[in-house]
């Protein structure tokens, strides 16, 4: 301490000389400032003489790593953003919630192999985390349910809307039943309607449920009155009216988790994985193959009408594993796997990239858990075995014979429709049972055409059999009514919810 003060007497000598130099006034010296520059001592000196901090003394901030949520309702309550400003009808929404403290708990169980996936979906899009809630108003996540309107799946999505969104149909496949191809058709809709009505995400959840030309005509007679067009303040149908306030109500309880509402637990996780077998498939040989029971198999993939995959595919299936474990099967490295020599020159990723997969994948195919490859290694790829045959041969013994039930190829005809007041595609391709999409490329169309009276439509009609009663003589299709004017195909996808069971209807 004694060397420390003489070091400090002979700076400020210097210092003071060196003013004494520069002005001729003698300098003006602060004898408590010097005072208390001798008498300090520095933090590191008494370090070791107390035995705790002073109580003046603060922490410095600790930078932490964002927590992950290991449980998935909780990574989503976090990504919610739609306002829930209190209104009448949302509050009769979350009261119902409330009454009802199983209902999340038991629907979540119902969607715990699917509801990663969808989450993942609607944030790779960058939609709003509360659209992955939907499938919960509109079905309580059942796979297999159809409405009074022929709405079916988690989605409730009608055929027309399926089959504009690329859903495939036939007697072997449903993709409306299949939860991950409907999600991207419903994503694929809601995004088109939310571009349709300006960016406003009530307007287009509105309209996913009664009809584009139904909101907008509640928004056009609002504009007339002078009268606001936010979507509490329009005119729609009671179910639309209640619809989009079920959906607001879940997301504020999932927000504010109330105390009598209980959030489910759900790992943050994929539970399942997507297979591309790329080839025709009996449901029984891959449940053999795989040591899945085919029941449980059946149950993840609802979309499966019947014993295999469809002649036209898809071919992918959801199997109750994680895409890791799925990876390191057996079934899978035996069946969907073959060795690569490492070159020279060669990375991980572009090894992956001709395979057609992620370096976590190839890198969780081959057990590794650093980029590093050598030279002459053998790694396992993923590509199909050509030598793999997943059908069972039915014709092989009579006793198992399936019915050959392909129809039979109809001539065609061509007809020529007038166009009436009234008429939209969707009222035509009902009164003639054929697709929208059909009439779009029959007449060269786009999804956004109007149709004005007296627009001449050609269309390709199935000739009746020779003896077939003729049309004239039988009773006429019933036209679609009550639709308007729409001037677009998807003005008029309303549908009702499905019919649920009693513990779980709103």
């Not at 590191?44 to 107390?50: L, P, T, Y």
């Not at 504009?164 to 809601?190: C, E, M, N, P």
């Not at 099967?329 to 060669?346: E, H, L, M, P, T």
């Not at 009276?453 to 019933?478: F, I, M, W």
């Amino acid at each position: 301490m004694n060397t420390r003060l003489i070091q400090l007497l002979n700076i400020l000598s210097v210092l003071l000389l060196i003013a004494g130099c520069q002005s001729t006034a003698p300098p003006q010296v602060d004898r408590q400032a010097i005072l208390s520059a001798i008498t300090h001592v520095p933090a590191k000196e008494i370090a070791s003489e107390r035995t705790s901090p002073p109580q003046a003394e603060q922490a410095k901030p600790v930078t932490r790593k964002p927590k992950s949520e290991k449980n998935l309702w909780h990574y989503v309550r976090n990504k919610l953003y739609f306002n829930t400003a209190p209104h009448p009808r949302l509050k009769k929404r979350i009261d119902w919630y409330l009454a009802q403290p199983h209902y999340l708990n038991v629907v979540s169980r119902r969607a715990a192999p699917y509801f990663y996936h969808v989450v993942k979906k609607v944030e790779r899009r960058g939609l709003p985390m509360e659209l992955a809630l939907l499938p919960f108003v509109e079905s309580d996540f059942r796979p297999t349910a159809k409405s009074s309107q022929n709405a079916v799946g988690v989605w409730q999505l009608v055929d027309a809307t399926a089959y504009h969104f690329g859903i495939k149909k036939d007697t072997w496949y449903d993709g409306r039943q299949d939860v991950l191809a409907s999600t991207d058709a419903a994503l694929d809709y809601l995004s088109y309607l939310h571009e349709r009505f300006d960016g406003d995400w009530l307007h287009a959840i509105a309209a996913y449920n009664s009809g584009e030309a139904r909101v907008k005509q509640a928004i056009r007679k609002n504009r007339r009155q002078g009268k606001s067009t936010h979507f509490w303040h329009l005119k729609l149908p009671q179910e639309t009216a209640e619809y989009v306030p079920k959906l607001l109500a879940l997301s504020h309880l999932l927000k504010t988790a109330p105390a009598k509402f209980t959030i489910p637990e759900l790992p943050n996780k994929a539970t399942t994985a997507l297979l591309d077998v790329g080839q025709q498939f009996d449901l029984d040989q891959l449940a053999k193959l795989t040591g899945v029971k085919k029941r449980q198999l059946y149950q993840l993939n609802p979309g499966f009408l019947q014993h295999r995959s469809s002649p036209k595919g898809p071919h992918t299936i959801l199997l109750p594993m994680s895409e890791q474990a799925l990876l390191k099967s057996a079934f899978f490295r035996n069946n969907f796997s073959q060795g690569y020599i490492v070159q020279k020159n060669d990375t991980l990723y572009g090894i992956a990239r001709k395979a057609g997969m992620s370096v976590a994948a190839l890198k969780s195919l081959n057990n590794k858990t650093s980029n590093l490859i050598r030279v002459g290694e053998t790694l396992l790829i993923s590509q199909g075995n050509d030598q793999l045959d997943l059908v069972v041969d039915y014709e092989v013994s009579p006793y198992i014979k399936q019915p050959n039930t392909a129809a039979k190829v109809q001539p065609k005809v061509e007809h020529q429709h007038t166009v009436s007041r009234g008429e939209s595609l969707w009222t035509i391709s009902r009164q003639y049972q054929v697709t929208v999409r059909d009439l779009l490329d029959w007449n060269e169309l786009t999804a956004k055409a109007v149709l004005r009276p007296g627009d001449e439509l050609r269309l390709l009609l199935s000739a009746p059999a020779p003896n077939q009663e003729s049309n004239d003589n039988k009773t006429p299709l019933k036209r679609a009514t009550g639709m308007g004017s729409y001037g677009h195909i998807n003005a008029i996808f309303g549908r009702e919810l499905v019919e649920c069971e009693a513990q779980a209807c709103f």
